[in-house]
Structure formats: structure tokens, C-alpha cells
């Protein structure tokens, strides 16, 4: 909904309507007299102009309130009507960021300082200066950059790390991370099982687009889900043991 646009025709239509109601003395052919005759041919171009922009005009207030398109232009009266319903309609435009901010229904927030420390210590710099997508870019570069440290391995990075890490075939003394618990018990192989999948979705997904895209930046709430996920797999990864195959 262009907001702007419908504001614009509303105050056209106001503006016409002031110009209507200041030109003094009944519309059509000018009964004698110098004054009247001057503002009949005015106020009769005032007139069409209103009855041309009418139906512009409702079907903005039927967007913004039904009750408001209901004015008879042409009736007694209806003119005040119509001016009245524009104004109503201006005031509903001017406070709809206000309703929705104070009047939604409460929702939790998501503070990202609370974000696994990897993400958002490399993530606040950009994100304080509103590069939104080098923030996740970052962010996902100190995850490989822990797991690296963590496994003791330089020679591969983001996707192919996160396989090997994740491996359910590790090779014999590499090594690779599980998440703590009894191997046994159905919830930790079922973490376990999410990991590796989770992880190169997350690279695949989100990194890369991260890296590579180019063009205007990502909006606060894409990027801001995009470093929520990354925080999940931190802490997984933090959580995880290091194992190391015979």
C-alpha cells in the first residue's frame, strides 16, 4: 500500500474542496451581477475537478476505513461530508506506524547481543554501521574460524569443513565433533544426526550469499534471522567433544 500516494490524493481533494468552498454563490449560469458572474465559471471547473477525483478519492478511504467512502457528494450537506472524510482519512494515514507500533500484540524480541559470542562479537562492528550483510558475512567467517581451532585443521574451510567435522565416516585418526551424551539414546542421535546437514545448510545458505552477493544490502530483519540461525550452529559446535576415529 503506497501510503504516500494516498496521502497525495486526499490533500488534492481537500485543496479542491477549500478552493470550492471559497468561491461564493451557486454553480451554473450566473444569474445579473459582476461578482457572481466572476466566480461561477471558477467554481463550476472546481466542481468537475471534485467529481472527477471522487472516485480516486473513495477507493483510498474504502482501504483505509469502508465507513468513510460512504459521503453523498452530490446531497445536502455532502460536501461537508466529503470534506470530513478526508480529513478522518488523513489523520488514519498519519497514525497507522503509531498504532502498529503501540497497539500490536506483544511479541517477543530477539536481542542479538544475547547471540553466541562468535556471531555477534564479529557481527557488531558492521552491524553497528548498518552493513547488514557483511555482519553475517563476519559472523560465519568466526564460526569456521573456531571450528578450525577446535579440530586442529588450517587446510579446509567453511563447506568441506563442516562435512568432515559432521562426518558419520570420520577417517582413521581424524578428528570430528559429536555433541555430548549417551550415543544410545534416540534425542542425542538425532542431534547428532542434525549437525552436519544444519551446518552446510547454514554455509551453503546463508554464507555464501553472504560473501558472494553483491547489489543493495540485506534488510535488519533477513539478516538479523540469517544471524540467529549462525548463533544455533555456534553453540552446537561450542557444545560438541572432540572425538578423534582410531
Not at 466529503?82 to 524480541?109: C, H, K, S
Not at 547481543?113 to 562468535?118: A, E, G, M, Y
Not at 563447506?159 to 534416540?186: A, E, H, I
Amino acid at each position: 500500500m503506497n501510503r504516500q500516494w494516498m496521502r497525495d490524493q486526499l490533500t488534492e481533494y481537500l485543496a479542491l474542496l477549500e478552493k470550492y468552498f471559497s468561491l461564493q454563490g451557486p454553480p451554473g449560469i450566473a444569474p445579473t451581477g459582476s461578482r457572481t458572474a466572476r466566480i461561477v465559471g471558477p467554481r463550476t471547473a472546481a466542481l468537475n475537478e471534485l467529481r472527477q477525483s471522487e472516485p480516486t478519492v473513495k477507493e483510498v478511504l474504502k482501504h483505509l476505513d469502508p465507513t468513510l467512502a460512504e459521503f453523498k457528494f452530490e446531497t445536502m450537506g455532502g460536501k461537508e461530508d466529503a470534506r470530513a472524510a478526508a480529513q478522518r482519512g488523513l489523520g488514519i494515514l498519519d497514525r497507522m506506524d503509531e498504532w502498529a507500533a503501540n497497539l500490536a500484540p506483544d511479541a517477543p524480541t530477539l536481542p542479538a547481543d544475547q547471540f553466541h559470542p562468535w556471531v555477534w562479537d564479529a557481527a557488531r562492528t558492521f552491524w553497528d554501521s548498518k552493513h547488514h550483510r557483511e555482519a553475517v558475512r563476519a559472523a560465519a567467517t568466526a564460526i569456521n574460524a573456531h571450528t578450525q581451532d577446535k579440530v586442529g585443521r588450517r587446510d579446509i574451510a567453511d563447506n568441506d569443513l563442516m562435512n568432515q567435522v559432521f562426518t558419520d565416516k570420520p577417517k582413521s585418526g581424524q578428528k570430528y565433533l559429536r555433541l555430548p551424551g549417551d550415543p544410545n539414546d534416540q534425542t542425542v542421535k538425532s542431534r547428532n544426526r542434525a549437525l552436519r546437514p544444519f551446518a552446510e545448510g547454514c554455509f551453503a545458505g546463508i554464507r555464501n550469499p553472504a560473501a558472494h552477493e553483491h547489489g543493495a544490502d540485506w534488510d535488519e530483519q533477513k539478516a538479523l534471522e540469517q544471524l540467529a540461525a549462525l548463533s544455533v550452529l555456534a553453540r552446537w559446535i561450542d557444545e560438541c567433544d572432540v572425538e578423534q576415529a582410531p
